[in-house]
C-alpha cells in the first residue's frame, strides 16, 4: 500500500513538473511565426519599409543582420529599395510587423 501511494506521489509530481515546465506563460496562439510577405513597396524610411498586400499593409523592420538581395541574389543596401518596387519579406511574423531576416527587391536586378 505505501509503495502504491509512493507511486502516485511520484506520478502526480511529474504531471505538475511537466505542465510547469511546459506552460511557459506563451500560448500556441500569441507565438510569433516565420513568414514570407510579398508586396509592393510604399515607403521606406531608416530601417523600415512599409509593403502592400492584398490591401493589408505590412511593416517590415530590418537590423543589422537582415540580409538585402536583389532578385539574382546580390547584397544591395536597404536604400537602394523604393516605393513602387516588389518585394519579398521573410522573417518573424507578429500581427502585421515582420522582423525581417532575409528582403529580397524583385524589382532590382
Request: no cysteine; charged share 20%.
Amino acid at each position: 500500500m505505501k509503495s502504491r501511494q509512493a507511486l502516485l506521489s511520484s506520478l502526480a509530481m511529474l504531471v505538475i513538473a511537466g505542465t510547469v515546465a511546459t506552460g511557459s506563460g506563451a500560448s500556441a496562439k500569441n507565438l510569433a511565426k516565420t513568414a514570407h510577405i510579398t508586396g509592393v513597396v510604399q515607403s521606406v524610411s531608416g530601417t523600415t519599409i512599409k509593403i502592400s498586400k492584398k490591401g493589408k499593409l505590412y511593416t517590415v523592420n530590418a537590423s543589422l543582420e537582415t540580409k538585402v538581395e536583389n532578385k539574382k541574389d546580390a547584397k544591395i543596401k536597404l536604400n537602394d529599395i523604393k516605393a513602387g518596387d516588389h518585394v519579398k519579406a521573410t522573417g518573424t511574423l507578429s500581427g502585421q510587423t515582420i522582423a525581417a531576416t532575409i528582403i529580397k527587391d524583385r524589382s532590382l536586378k
